[in-house]
C-alpha cells in the first residue's frame, strides 16, 4: 500500500513561476525525502526532512513538514524548463517491522518555455 | 566516477525465459535495494540487501530472486513465475544508514516478447 501520496498528479506552469507540489502520508514517519525522475531515467535525491524538522531549503527548493498533518510541501521556484521531470515524496515510517522507503505516485511538471 | 551502473539498459524476455538484471555500485555502499516501476506510477520494493550474502524480500518479491555474493553487486532475476514482468527496473544503494539518501542507477526496461 501507497504511503504518500502526491498532489496534484500533473501540474503544468510557465517558467519563471513558482511550483508547488503535495505530499501526504499516513502513518508516523522518521524522515520524508523528494526525488526527482526525468523520463526513462533513474531517481536522482533532492532533499530529505527529518520528522523534528520542519521547513529545509536547497538552492531553489524549500521543503516543509507538518507531522500533525501528515504533510509536505515541495516548492521550486523561479522554475525553468530543466525542472520538468517527476517528482516524488518517500517517506521511511517509524513502526513496520523493518525499515524501508516507500514512495508515492509522483506529481508530473512540465515547465513551458 | 562513483556510481551505480545498470544493465542492460533494454531487455527483452520471451515466455518461460528467466533474465537477470545487473546491477554494480562502486560507491562503498552497505545496502541495496531493487524497485519496479509501473507507467504513472510510484517504486515497489522488490528485495534489499543490507549486507554481503543477507537479502529479505520486499512488497512484491514473487517471482523475482537476487543474489548478494559482493558488496559492489546486487543482480536480480526474473524468472518465469513472474507472469506480467513488463516494467522499468530501479537498482539503488545507500551508506550504512538504511533508508537514508538513496543513489539510483539509470534503469532497465523490461518488455516481454
Known amino acids: 500500500s501507497q504511503q504518500g501520496e502526491e498532489d496534484p498528479q500533473a501540474l503544468s506552469i510557465q517558467e519563471g513561476e513558482n511550483a508547488t507540489m503535495n505530499c501526504s502520508y499516513k502513518t508516523s514517519i522518521n524522515n520524508l525525502q523528494w526525488y526527482r525522475q526525468n523520463s526513462g531515467r533513474g531517481l536522482v535525491h533532492l532533499i530529505l526532512i527529518r520528522s523534528n524538522e520542519r521547513e529545509k531549503h536547497s538552492g531553489r527548493l524549500r521543503v516543509t513538514l507538518d507531522t500533525s498533518k501528515k504533510s509536505s510541501s515541495l516548492l521550486i521556484t523561479a522554475s525553468r524548463a530543466a525542472d520538468t521531470a517527476s517528482y516524488f515524496c518517500?517517506?521511511?515510517?517509524?513502526?513496520?517491522?523493518?525499515?524501508?522507503?516507500?514512495f508515492g505516485a509522483g506529481t508530473r511538471l512540465a515547465v513551458h518555455p | 566516477d562513483g556510481g551505480i551502473t545498470q544493465s542492460p539498459k533494454y531487455l527483452f524476455r520471451k515466455e518461460g525465459q528467466n533474465v537477470t538484471l545487473s546491477c554494480e555500485q562502486n560507491?562503498?555502499?552497505?545496502?541495496m535495494y531493487w524497485y519496479r516501476q509501473d507507467p504513472g506510477q510510484g517504486l515497489r520494493l522488490i528485495y534489499y540487501?543490507?549486507?554481503?550474502?543477507?537479502?529479505q524480500k520486499g512488497d512484491i518479491a514473487e517471482g523475482y530472486s537476487v543474489s548478494r555474493e559482493k558488496k559492489e553487486s546486487f543482480p536480480l532475476t526474473v524468472t518465469s513465475a513472474q507472469k506480467n514482468p513488463t516494467a522499468f527496473y530501479l537498482c539503488?544503494?545507500?551508506?550504512?544508514?538504511?533508508?537514508?539518501?538513496?543513489?539510483f542507477g539509470s534503469g532497465t526496461q523490461l518488455s516481454v516478447l
Open positions: 540487501s543490507q549486507i554481503v550474502n543477507d537479502f
Open positions: 518517500a517517506t521511511v515510517p517509524i513502526s513496520g517491522g523493518y525499515n524501508k522507503l516507500i
Open positions: 539503488a544503494s545507500s551508506m550504512g544508514a538504511f533508508n537514508e539518501k538513496l543513489f
Open positions: 560507491l562503498n555502499h552497505d545496502a
